[in-house]
């Protein structure tokens, strides 16, 4: 194993998750497949627009620092932002075994995330870090990463499954649920030895689905991409990788109800709409459809439409023959 990275161990504890390959085939720790660095890294590649060594990229609470000395050697001028000062160091440590020029690390807590302050990134990365915080602490932060993002943000995070918790921002209600953090009586020194805990609130909120698009909208992100490839084995159905654009407007010039049509917000719950055919009818309706004769079958079938029993015919076939018929004009 590389020389220094023993002292670096024994001072910050050993590496808690990242494998990073060092200069001489040794690794950070045993080296096993890292689905989530693949993911982000391929869609980053796909959709930036532009060659890897010709970004700037941001990784927010960076741990160990792996995704920002990926793209590094890539060629991408990177910046890393980790609150806690062990893994800073362990961060230090690889980018000088590697001789990263372009990756800089930087101890500071996120939420002090400015333009002014950091400039800005083609590429922001907030993997493992929403869920972390509080909601009025995570609706600023996705706000600094529009101002600071010029292209993509790319958010790996959980998801509340059940709006059950309701929170106010502002005036705005956004829903999910509370995390417990730490306990209330822990100490400074005990927070900060907690690498995958919060810097320092007790609780942090995860947010629904449905309100996580709708802060990413009302921020300014023009499109919200559910990244379901590439494919991450062993991953929880509530844990997300979500890629917001920060675009401009497309204008829809081929229609005006379109073009004026308001953005409609996600609604909260299930989507309860879903095609007929995925619906199974039960053993009566199954004999009765096979029994009655068609005849019956039109009368009926409207009322059973009106009752829900039967869903509404869509087609624009069946809203073409519904529609009254113009009577035709008198003979002169």
């Known amino acids: 194993m590389k020389d220094g990275i023993e002292d ?48 700037r990229v941001l990784d ?34 690889a980018r000088r075994n590697l001789g990263l020029e372009r990756a800089r690390f ?10 002014d302050r950091h400039g800005v990134f083609d590429i922001v990365i907030c993997s493992g870090l929403l869920y972390h915080l509080p909601a009025r602490d995570a609706q600023a932060l996705i706000a600094a990463m529009h101002d600071t993002c010029s292209r993509l943000l790319i958010i790996d995070t959980f998801v509340s499954l059940e ?42 909120f995860w947010f629904t689905e449905p309100s996580l698009m709708n802060m990413l909208s009302a921020e300014g992100f023009t499109s919200v991409i559910d990244v379901l490839e590439p494919y991450m084995p062993r991953n929880p159905r509530d844990r997300k990788t979500y890629i917001a654009v920060k675009g401009t407007p497309a204008t829809v010039l081929s229609s005006e109800a379109t073009e004026h049509a308001p953005r409609e917000q996600h609604a909260e719950g299930l989507n309860p709409l879903v095609d007929a055919s995925q619906t199974l009818p039960g053993p009566i309706f199954v004999a009765a459809k096979r029994l ?16 829900g029993v039967i869903p509404a015919d869509t087609t624009p076939e069946f809203q073409r023959r519904r529609q009254p018929t113009a009577k035709a004009p008198p003979e002169r």
């Not at 620092?65 to 440590?93: D, M, N, P, Q, W």
């Not at 059950?164 to 502002?170: E, F, G, Q, T, W």
């Not at 009926?300 to 009106?306: D, E, Q, S, T």
């Open 8 to 55: 670096i161990v024994r001072e910050h504890g050993p590496w808690t998750a990242m494998a990073i390959r060092l200069d001489d085939g040794s690794y950070t720790r045993e080296p096993a497949p890292d689905y989530r660095l693949r993911r982000l890294l391929q869609t980053a590649q796909d959709l930036v627009g532009k060659p890897l060594s010709q970004c």
């Open 106 to 115: 930087e101890q500071d807590d996120v939420r002090n995330l400015s333009r």
């Open 163 to 204: 709006g059950r918790s309701a929170v106010d921002i502002d005036g705005v209600e956004r829903r999910g649920h509370f995390y417990g953090e730490h306990d209330p009586n822990e100490s400074a020194k005990e927070r900060e030895s907690k690498l995958w805990a919060s810097l320092d609130n007790d609780s942090s």
């Open 292 to 307: 009655l004769p068609q005849s019956i079958k039109d009368v009926i079938k409207p009322g059973l439409r009106a009752l």
């Open 60 to 93: 927010l609470a960076c741990l160990e620092g792996h995704y920002a000395i990926e793209f590094a050697l890539h060629g991408a001028e990177t910046l890393g932002i980790e609150g806690r000062a062990a893994s800073v160091a362990k961060c230090e440590f």
